[in-house]
């Protein structure tokens, strides 16, 4: 059973504050993502990685950052946190091809900055 | 890049009656089409996927529709029960890239009374 572990689910940061959100999977996964969700706007893909120290930019990627130094580790980075990003972050990961793009997502961290 | 519209954001509908919702997608290379569920407070989940070599597929009370030519695709739930309560969102992505990203459509919440 594939586990995608965030080890904050809530947190409070305050404007301005360097957040980090913290993404564990399990399954020896290449590829890991973290996706932002907002009531309707859906999920919106921040940035991926394929492999260790590989980042790529998804399509909202202003104001955050990523690190991969570890396969299994995934983290995302908020530089100095703004109210307008406050929302829930979803990680995820998947295998590399296999079952096409089958993406498993973690629990969610819900960040409220004030 | 892609883009996936998903019709309608909600739907409200009886127990034990039929669910529909659709999704477009502008990219025809996409190949790869999941569904995923998002019971409240809770992670997304794969529920059924296609791929575009297929037209439709079921599993049990859930099924999938794809027209490539249309570009669209629908889930269809039958004799809704209130645990199909959630939001569903469906995606699209070029399956046989190994790091290729899931796009997703904005969501519909589905709200099934008993």
């Known amino acids: 059973d594939v586990k995608v572990t965030q080890s904050s689910r809530y947190l409070v940061k305050r404007t301005g504050e360097k957040v980090f959100l913290e993404c564990v999977q399990d399954m020896d996964h290449e590829n890991m993502f973290w996706y932002r969700q907002d009531p309707g706007l859906g999920l919106r893909l921040i940035y991926f990685s394929y492999d260790v120290k590989m980042k790529e930019k998804g399509d909202i990627p202003e104001g955050y950052s990523v690190s991969r130094e570890k396969k299994e580790r995934f983290s995302l980075i908020l530089e100095s946190a703004s109210t307008n990003q406050t929302s829930m972050y979803l990680c995820?990961?998947?295998?590399?091809?296999?079952?096409?793009?089958?993406?498993?997502f973690g629990e969610g961290s819900w960040l409220t900055v004030v | 890049g892609e883009n996936v519209e998903q019709h309608p954001s909600t739907l409200s509908v009886q127990e034990g009656d039929s669910a529909v919702i659709k999704c477009t997608y502008s990219?025809?290379?996409?190949?790869?089409f999941p569904w995923y569920k998002q019971e409240l407070g809770k992670r997304p989940q794969l529920i059924i996927d296609?791929?575009?070599?297929?037209g439709e597929k079921k599993d049990q009370r859930i099924a999938v529709t794809l027209n490539k030519t249309a570009k669209h695709f629908s889930l269809h739930i039958t004799e809704t029960q209130p645990e199909d309560s959630a939001v569903y969102f469906c995606?699209?992505?070029?399956?046989?890239?190994?790091?290729?990203?899931?796009?997703f459509g904005k969501g519909t919440m589905l709200l099934v009374s008993p």
């Open positions: 995606a699209a992505s070029k399956g046989d890239s190994g790091y290729s990203t899931l796009t």
């Open positions: 990219d025809s290379a996409s190949n790869y």
């Open positions: 995820a990961s998947s295998t590399l091809g296999g079952k096409g793009n089958t993406i498993y």
């Open positions: 296609i791929r575009s070599n297929v």
